[in-house]
């Protein structure tokens, strides 16, 4: 069964803490995503990866981190340099970053921070 | 740049009523455009989208979006509501480097019986 997991789905953490979301796809696609989505505000880029080892910042990559070592799995440190970091989190994967290419999403993960 | 807005950030209707949800779009380029339905803490699935091609584009559940060119539109309707319609609606663009997607800040709709 194709697509993409995303784990933990709930996960609570102290301020001051990193904290690493998991994302996973054998999709076998190139290119993956994370999203950040508050209510009333959609969905905002954090960084995307084009191909292995290889990552751009997106619109509000301050106070995250990404590594992109293998091609199925794109994870994303969550630091305490993030002021608010309360939100839901999805990760997205396609099948390269052509235009046309549609996104894939996982199920998310939801962040709170205590 | 490209942008997307959503007009209403709630939609109501009665089971059996016409669905429109509204989308207008901004882009320096022929833009590809999607549109996204997001049922509660779960992730996005696709409805349908917009390449190029044909200009009415017939999506899943009965949904259809028509693009607009002299109007930068790309409304999303379906003939008659569901309750299982009920959830949140996203309209996206893809980016001028065709990279990502640019998002709208989407539309809640609620069905009544």
């Known amino acids: 069964d194709g697509g993409i997991t995303q784990s933990p789905k709930y996960l609570f953490r102290k301020e001051g803490q990193n904290v690493t979301l998991s994302c996973e796809q054998n999709?076998?696609?190139?290119?993956m995503y994370w999203y950040r989505q508050d209510p009333g505000q959609g969905l905002r880029l954090i960084y995307y990866s084009q191909i292995v080892n290889d990552f751009q910042k997106g619109d509000i990559a301050e106070g995250y981190s990404v590594s992109r070592e293998k091609k199925e799995s794109f994870p994303l440190t969550v630091t305490s340099a993030q002021k608010n970091p309360t939100a839901f989190y999805l990760c997205a994967s396609s099948i390269s970053l052509k235009g046309t290419d549609t996104q894939y999403f996982g199920p998310g993960t939801r962040l709170t921070v205590l | 740049a490209q942008s997307v807005t959503q007009l209403g950030s709630h939609v109501s209707v009665s089971e059996g009523a016409l669905v429109l949800l509204r989308c207008n779009y901004s882009?320096?380029?022929?833009?590809?455009l999607f549109w996204y339905v997001q049922y509660p803490n779960q992730g996005l699935q696709l409805l349908l989208k917009y390449t190029s091609a044909a200009t009415l584009v017939k999506g899943i559940n009965g949904f259809e979006a028509e693009f607009k060119k002299s109007e930068t539109s790309f409304h999303l309707t379906k003939p008659s509501a569901h309750m299982s319609d009920a959830a949140e609606y996203f309209c996206?663009?893809?980016?001028?480097?065709?990279?990502?997607?640019?998002f709208g800040k989407g539309t809640t709709l609620s069905v009544s019986s």
């Open positions: 996206a663009v893809t980016r001028e480097a065709g990279t990502a997607l640019i």
């Open positions: 999709l076998n696609h190139d290119a």
């Open positions: 882009s320096s380029v022929p833009p590809y």
